[in-house]
């Protein structure tokens, strides 16, 4: 059974209330989106910042976000009990006054602005078996939110050189990319995550653009041969885990 928390160097996720627990792999997304966020121009200090969390569960990639940027952070969740854990999540944390929690239905959501990078960590498994929970089915599964649904929201939410980050099992890559290509994107950066040089990628990270851009494609291992956390692993963590 999942602990009921998960402690970070400078923040904590409670998560008793939430369909989808913390796990390594949304630890990764988080970490590489800000990193990507932090590093890229969009964050030049002269002017504010907006990001947006799509479907954001316990607050964990908007509170890895805010952690590392400036940027101001809406965060949008659908089930009335995950939404409330995160707002609880964002209230104790040091990086509060930049966190902003809606209940609401993504495709329902008004913010009146939009955003300079928007980040999800869908529901994976379209079509796949269902649990009896229908908690558990809206987190795990698109019943709630299909991916073409998603890339139609991003689309119209986006600013024009805004760049929107996609977590999703590797069996769904190329679709996404496929529809994201249908609604206008381009793909800058394809990160692929395998547990060990030994296991298959289980793992896309996805993002994509408005305008044209030469695609990157990374691969990043979770740990060596011998058991412990690669280097790349490491690097991407070692600012949030707290024995890293």
Do not use: W
Not at 106 to 113: E, T, V
Not at 177 to 196: N, P
Not at 217 to 230: A, P, R, S
Not at 234 to 241: Q, V
Request: glycine share 6%.
């Amino acid at each position: 059974m999942a602990n009921n928390y998960f402690q970070f160097k400078q923040f904590t996720v409670q998560q008793s209330r939430c369909a989808m627990k913390v796990s390594t792999d949304a630890c990764i997304f988080g970490a590489a989106i800000s990193e990507s966020f932090a590093d890229s121009v969009l964050q030049d200090n002269s002017t504010i910042k907006d990001y947006l969390d799509i479907g954001t569960g316990t607050g964990l990639l908007s509170l890895m976000l805010a952690q590392k940027t400036t940027a101001f952070i809406d965060a949008v969740e659908m089930e009335e009990a995950a939404c409330k854990q995160a707002s609880e999540n964002f209230k104790a944390s040091p990086f509060k006054e930049r966190l902003s929690i809606y209940h609401a239905d993504i495709l329902n959501f008004k913010s009146g602005k939009k955003y300079n990078g928007i980040f999800s960590n869908p529901p994976f498994y379209e079509g796949d078996q269902q649990s009896p929970d229908k908690q558990i089915n809206a987190a795990k599964h698109d019943t709630a939110l299909t991916l073409q649904q998603l890339l139609i929201v991003v689309a119209s939410l986006l600013k024009s050189d805004g760049v929107f980050a996609v977590l999703l099992p590797y069996h769904r890559v190329n679709e996404c990319i496929e529809k994201a290509i249908g609604q206008g994107f381009y793909l800058q950066e394809k990160l692929l995550v395998r547990h060990s040089v030994k296991h298959p990628f289980f793992r896309g990270l996805l993002y994509f653009v408005k305008q044209p851009v030469v695609t990157v494609t990374k691969e990043l291992v979770i740990k060596n041969e011998e058991g412990f956390y690669t280097a790349g692993f490491t690097g991407l963590l070692k600012d949030y885990y707290l024995h890293l």
